[in-house]
T-cell receptor, first 113, second 109 residues
């Protein structure tokens, strides 16, 4: 089992460009999450999907959209990238909403110039 | 937004020393979690705490859920070089996790 996989691993965008970060899990988990990690800020929740077909905003959703494509996949889209979105993005999954064990992917390092 | 404050922010220790770090909140939480993040990787759960006053061990790690439900600490005994990384506390509110700002640990061999 690969666990949680994320693509790409690194990305550089120019201001105003768009892109989609992909996340997939093979653990048959119901819940999936997107976080961003900035220096000195810990991890902040962007969006989450408690179960297939549902998505909800987290702490910092502005500038992002998500799609729960199916039970395995949860994508994060930046429609018009801004330098403030330079960050490391982590996808995570858990068996159920609020299940204490979250499994994280390896992260995507995004730089917006 | 809700914040969890971790201290210290960073620490250098000698191999073999014991380490202590803590996490505090202005709000009450019923679940406290401790994660470790290795360089270039995602966080991995170390210990989960569910009951005020609870003390839980996982090998050389010991964590306690504060009696007020507003704090928690993590101890690492006899540190080794692979303990290097960032340690995060996290709390669960409804379906959302709130993470602390992290304690960066560096172990000197």
């Amino acid at each position: 089992n690969a666990g949680v996989t994320q693509t790409p691993k690194f990305q550089v965008l120019k201001t105003g460009q768009s892109m989609t970060l992909q996340c997939a899990q093979d653990m048959n988990h119901n819940s999936m999450y997107w976080y961003r990690q900035d220096p000195g800020m810990g991890l902040r929740l962007i969006y989450y999907s408690a179960s297939e077909g549902t998505t909800d905003k987290g702490e910092v959703p502005n500038g992002y959209n998500v799609s729960r494509l199916n039970k395995r996949e949860f994508s994060l889209r930046l429609e018009s990238a801004a330098p403030s979105q330079t960050s490391v993005y982590f996808c995570a999954s858990s068996e159920a909403p609020g299940s204490y064990e979250q499994y994280f992917g390896p992260g995507t390092r995004l730089t917006v110039t | 937004g809700q914040q969890l404050n971790q201290s210290p922010q960073s620490m250098f220790i000698q191999e073999g020393e014991d380490v202590s770090m803590n996490c505090t909140s202005s709000s009450i939480f019923n679940t406290w979690l401790w994660y470790k993040q290795d360089p270039g990787e995602g966080p991995v759960l170390l210990i989960a705490l569910y009951k005020a006053g609870e003390l839980t061990s996982n090998g050389r790690l010991t964590a306690q859920f504060g009696i007020t439900r507003k704090d928690s600490f993590l101890n690492i005994s006899a540190s080794i070089p692979s303990d290097v990384g960032i340690y995060f506390c996290a709390c669960l509110r409804t379906y959302k996790y709130i993470f602390g700002t992290g304690t960066r640990l560096k172990v000197l061999a």
